[in-house]
């Protein structure tokens, strides 16, 4: 579901709301988790997750092209974690007409007998 998707449903879902509006109350809620984690805070929202600040340490990286080493300098990234509900609806049968996943155990030919044993 992208941006103008959500906007599109909260404003068929509520018909009090028109488009403008739906559009500021996305922009609103987006804006607070955006400002809360520039400012190194956590937000939670029950029951679906939490949103919170990782920090990278500065490490040497490898530019793929030509090998050489490069310095990649500490960063903080955005990390969402989901929550116990969230979880356990995602992990609810999906069920879209025509759609089977496979979802069988995918076993591997190369048992721990293999290990430090080359590919055929």
Excluded: W
Excluded at 28 to 44: C, D, F, H, M, Q
Excluded at 67 to 73: D, F, L, T
Aim: net charge positive.
């Amino acid at each position: 579901m992208t941006r103008s998707e959500l906007i599109a449903l909260l404003a068929q879902r509520f018909p009090q709301l028109v488009q403008k509006d739906a559009e500021l109350a996305v922009a609103e809620i987006l804006g607070a988790v955006g400002n809360a984690l520039s400012r190194g805070g956590r937000v939670e929202i029950r029951g679906f997750g939490s949103f919170s600040v990782n920090y990278r340490p500065p490490r040497i990286g490898r530019n793929p092209k030509t090998g050489e080493s490069v310095c990649v300098p500490a960063k903080r990234v955005p990390h969402f974690k989901a929550g116990k509900e969230l979880r356990e609806l995602v992990d609810q049968q999906i069920n879209i007409p025509g759609y089977e996943p496979d979802f069988g155990c995918v076993t591997s030919t190369y048992g721990p007998e293999t290990v430090g044993q080359v590919a055929p």
